[in-house]
Nanobody, 123 residues
């Protein structure tokens, strides 16, 4: 089993900054990719950013230059630094982690989601 614990959401003013964290725990053998998605009211969930084990990174076009994804492999943690957020960035942000876990004596792929953390950008 893999558990993801997110933190860092809340209210932020336009132009401010906020950092989201997501820590993965469990019998993790390896992590292939970690990412952040978001879902605004009435809209579909969309990919904000992801980072692979080889440090390949992809961003949603609208957040390029403002948001930065990073990871701490030793802690199985992924971060999303949100600089200059705008009201349109208001959404529930979800962490997603893909990798391999051990269910002794086997190993299985996993694709796990965090519980979501609300980010509200408003003055």
């Amino acid at each position: 089993q893999v558990q993801l614990v997110e933190s860092g959401g809340g209210l932020v003013q336009p132009g401010g900054s906020l950092r989201l964290s997501c820590a993965a725990s469990g019998t993790i053998v390896s992590i292939n990719a970690m990412g952040w998605y978001r879902q605004a009211p009435g809209k579909e969930r969309e990919l904000v950013a992801f980072i692979t084990s080889g440090d390949r990174i992809k961003y949603l076009d609208s957040v390029k230059g403002r948001f930065t994804i990073s990871r701490d492999s030793a802690k199985n943690t992924v971060y999303l630094q949100m600089n200059s957020p705008q009201p349109e960035d208001t959404a529930v942000y979800y962490c997603n982690v893909k990798g391999t876990l051990e269910i002794w004596p086997l190993q299985r792929n996993f694709d796990s989601w965090g519980q979501g953390t609300l980010v509200t950008v408003s003055s």
